[in-house]
């Protein structure tokens, strides 16, 4: 490896490689919190692709890892270290480089942090849809690794659905271009729809080109809805998915989520109802809004409303945003993001209420309700060893049971080191065996977050 270093150090600045152990540790993991983690022998930050290119030419030469990495705001362990790699952080990646209003499109390198572009954006009266909960830290290339999501997936789509083209470096350190600028591009394989939610396994995402909305012209209508139970919950998010209605946003929450942001925030929202449905609307069409307000009431809503104050709107979904973070001050969180067709949502509720009866572990729920996209948060006490076991065990069977019920072990958090087994079970061997050809064909030498994913 001194071999490598010494070429690594003469290829780069000085100041964009990093060997100091406290500082490569404190970039070597996201945020999940059980997932393993090796031991990188080096951190490189580079400040434009061709830094990239030559940190992953090196690293090919030499038969190094390399493990991409953005804010480090994942929950499924796909950024986490592996032994001897070089962890390339991009975060320092950051400018805006286009917006072209006419055109409807951004260009921007893979460390601007998805609220930022959504700012940017708007000062040209348009709009970027994917607002993963973590918009305010996370980065676009990330959530390009891992298709993220978000609260407004349910009528706007995902990362992929936003995503024209990329700059990608491969394995062999060649930088090249894939996907288009126009609205329309069918030439050849939709090899920017494959890199998407690649997790930095096929190669490292260093320039994303994204399609823009115009900002909606209406302000939003926010229905609230509280259930005493969370398959009653799940039933209202049924009603309104067989209702035709597609709102804009259609997030759950639960008491002990309400609580936890309480205590941390003082938000004052804990005593609204033991689980929360928060409807929004976008198109200031009123027979809309009553009847998602008719869905919830009809399927047992203790009480429902709709706010009419923008400031007490936004505090309820700020509070859905905060609710992961809040959570993990109370001691380690495993987190899932299962996601079932929307009428097995109820079913899908009631079975990760069995599986914490079961294994006698505490569910906290928060949820895309709307796109059947669940987060169930099994929370731990720290040193718990025994509670620990319990909820991996429970980990487990809700993957199974999504699988069961026709859905996916990953909406948006990506598949990572958590998930490997829940997807081998959900593909079966032979959808595998084209994950893993597809592998082998752009990182021969695996190189590439080497044991993510498959």
């Known amino acids: 490896m001194v071999q490598f270093l010494q070429a690594l150090s003469a290829a780069l600045p000085a100041d964009r490689i990093t060997l100091d152990p406290d500082i490569i540790a404190a970039h070597s993991r996201d945020q999940a919190a059980w997932a393993p983690q090796g031991r990188a022998l080096a951190l490189v930050r580079p400040r434009n692709a061709e830094q990239v290119r030559q940190t992953v030419t090196l690293c090919a030469e030499h038969r190094v890892p390399v493990v991409p990495r953005g804010a480090g705001t994942g929950l499924s362990g796909g950024a986490n270290a592996v032994d001897g790699c070089v962890l390339l952080a991009l975060d320092g990646m950051d400018h805006i480089l286009e917006i072209d209003t006419h055109e409807q499109l951004a260009v921007v390198q893979p460390g601007v942090i998805n609220d930022r572009l959504r700012a940017a954006a708007a000062e040209h009266g348009l709009w970027y849809p994917p607002d993963p909960a973590s918009s305010p830290w996370s980065t676009i290339g990330g959530n390009a ?168 709107a936004e505090a309820l979904f700020s509070a859905r945003r905060l609710a992961y973070p809040a959570l993990e001050r109370l001691g380690p969180v495993l987190t899932e993001d299962v996601c079932v067709p929307r009428g097995q949502v109820p079913e899908m509720l009631a079975r990760i209420e069995r ?100």
């Not at 067989?242 to 989520?257: K, V």
Request: glycine residues 12%.
């Open 355 to 454: 599986h914490a009866r079961t294994h006698d572990v505490h569910i906290a729920n928060i949820a895309h309700a709307g796109d059947g996209n669940l987060h169930p948060l099994i929370v731990v006490p720290t040193g718990d060893d025994q509670a620990r076991t319990r909820a991996q065990l429970a980990f487990e069977a809700i993957l199974d049971d999504a699988i069961a019920l026709g859905g996916t072990v990953t909406g948006e958090h990506g598949v990572g080191l958590l998930k490997k087994r829940g997807l081998h079970a959900e593909l079966g061997d032979n959808v595998l065996a084209l994950h893993r050809a597809i592998k082998t064909a752009l990182d021969p030498a695996g190189i590439l977050n080497p044991g993510k994913i498959i």
């Open 145 to 312: 690794a891992t298709n993220a999501g978000g609260v407004c997936c349910v009528k706007y789509g995902v990362t992929r659905d936003y995503v024209l083209g990329l700059q990608i470096v491969t394995a062999a350190g060649d930088l090249v271009r894939v996907g288009r600028r126009t609205r329309k591009g069918v030439a050849g394989y939709d090899l920017a729809g494959l890199f998407v939610g690649s997790e930095g396994t096929l190669g490292v995402i260093t320039e994303i080109t994204v399609r823009l909305l115009r900002l909606p012209d209406s302000p939003p209508k926010t229905i609230v809805g509280a259930f005493s139970s969370l398959v009653q919950a799940g039933q209202a998010v049924a009603a309104v998915a067989a209702s035709g209605i597609t709102p804009s946003a259609l997030e759950l929450i639960d008491r002990y989520c309400l609580r936890a942001v309480d205590d941390w925030k003082n938000m004052g929202l804990a005593d609204l109802g033991d689980v929360l449905l928060l409807g929004r609307l976008d198109t200031g069409d009123e027979q809309q809004a009553q009847t998602l307000q008719t869905c919830f009431e009809q399927a047992g809503a203790v009480f429902s409303t709709r706010s009419t104050d923008a400031h007490e």
